[in-house]
């Protein structure tokens, strides 16, 4: 019968009706409308059957729909360590309710041997050396003028501060966080224990000097450091100043502002704000004056004779035409050219940056491409019965080539060698399970082709999150696992897809 069934055109058109009604358009619709914002999928549809463009619409009906509810859920009356709670505890419940509606004992073996296993992972973390480390190279990079420019997001938060002193105790810093790190289950790698560089302090030159040695050998083409002004206050500034002043350290950089309040999910204890960068037109327009000494170095980063700047969080911006425009005034007037500023993308905001007024926008991984991540966080069984986080399939992305999946004129890519940060968050963490020097090596040559396939950039930036983001277990230093592996993937990437 249902064989007979399948071809008859009333059940197909009644099966078409069904999956029209019960599309994540219509869904969305319902939402939308009980929360007062009237909304009707038959105008939106426009009778369009086709069913490339009903999977385009639903996916944009999906993403507003999750970016509406998100943004309703975070603007509730309750505290921020409310909320948390809540997100932690929701995911959590539903992980276990994944595995009991769907049991496998053989998946993850006995208590007994589980613990046994990460005791064995635990006790063997101080000479754990991995099979793919890579020593150092004996020979050096020598670029070539085809070559993709790599550009590394840079960390200060490597030397000890009044603030943080204030707001977290006596010395801390980023490091603090790196080391209270552990195996949230069996094969996570954490922690990650720094290589040759060590627990390094950035108010020392050598470490400075050393970083960029290393970038230089492998291919790096310029750090842009992450700049901290909230409405006329610096933080971490010491780094990149120091690095201002010696001029005997002749490497490309640039600036990325930031622009965002601090709060105390540094260490994922919660959203309390620590210091707040305002919102307000006259901030925004006086920010820029702050940046100028930066690009009047020889060594700044320029796109046709024009500063780069980058901005973090162009969803901030208030005014932003004419916030962008007034920065240009102020830069031609201080005789630094006209800035080429590029808005970083939000997978939370849609904006068509380019109408805004930036010159390219860019990619920032985990970001822009999480809602195309597969969650695999019950494929595994954890030691603390409260994790909360979520775990990320690495592999799935780069055999997949998901990044592709996302596109916009104008864009830079860029690239994370790896991903997680659960030395900051804890059990509460976000962790790229399966990354591996060899699959980020893939990832960096597929963006370089087609990097050099596009027309419309002036300058093939490839951007890397990160240089040093230990606590986010985003770097490519070396480190005790791996060596100078994901530094040697970087060169071997450039240097394989010359043409």
Known sequence: MAVATKDDERYKAALAYDVDQNSWLRK?????????????????????RDFNNQVEQDEKMKRKLYQFLRQTYWQLPL???????????????????????????????????????????VLAIPGKVGDENVTICTDSYVRKSNDPKVLAYYLTQFHPTPENDAWWGKGVTEWNNVSR???????????????????????????LRRQVELAQMYGVYGFVFYYYWFDGTRLLDKPLDMFLNCKGIDFPF??????????????????????????????????IDSVIPYMKDPRYIRVDGRP???????SFVPECASTLASWRAHCIEAGVGDPYIIGVKEHTWDA?????????????HPGTLFRHCEDISAKFSYMRKDFGGMVLDYK???EQKKYFRYDHPKLHRAVMPMWDNTARRDNKGMIFDGATPALYKQWLKDVFVEAKQRKDLAEPFIFINAWNEWGEGAYLEPDKRYGYAYLDATRRAIEETRE
């Not at 496998?104 to 992972?121: H, I, R, W």
């Open 181 to 207: 790190a552990v195996p949230q289950y069996v094969g996570h790698y954490q922690p990650r224990l720094p290589g040759e560089l060590g627990y390094y302090d950035l108010r020392i030159e050598d470490n």
């Open 79 to 121: 505290s921020e360590n409310t909320k948390e709670t809540i997100v932690v505890q929701a995911r959590a419940v539903s992980r276990n309710l994944k595995n009991k509606l769907n049991p496998d004992p053989a998946k993850f073996g006995s208590k007994n041997d589980q613990l046994a296993e990460y005791v064995s992972q």
């Open 396 to 398: 799935d992305i780069v």
């Open 254 to 287: 640039s600036l990325c502002w930031a622009n965002e309040s601090w709060t105390r999910r540094f260490d994922g204890s919660s959203g309390e704000i620590l210091i707040k960068q305002s919102e307000t037109v006259e901030s925004y327009t006086a920010f």
């Open 308 to 314: 780069v700047l980058t901005v973090y969080r162009p």
């Open 352 to 364: 068509d940056l380019l109408e805004l007024g930036y010159d390219a926008q860019s990619e920032f």
């Open 28 to 48: 969305a619709c319902s939402v939308f409308q009980m929360a007062g914002v009237e909304i009707r999928a038959d105008v939106i549809w426009n009778g369009d």
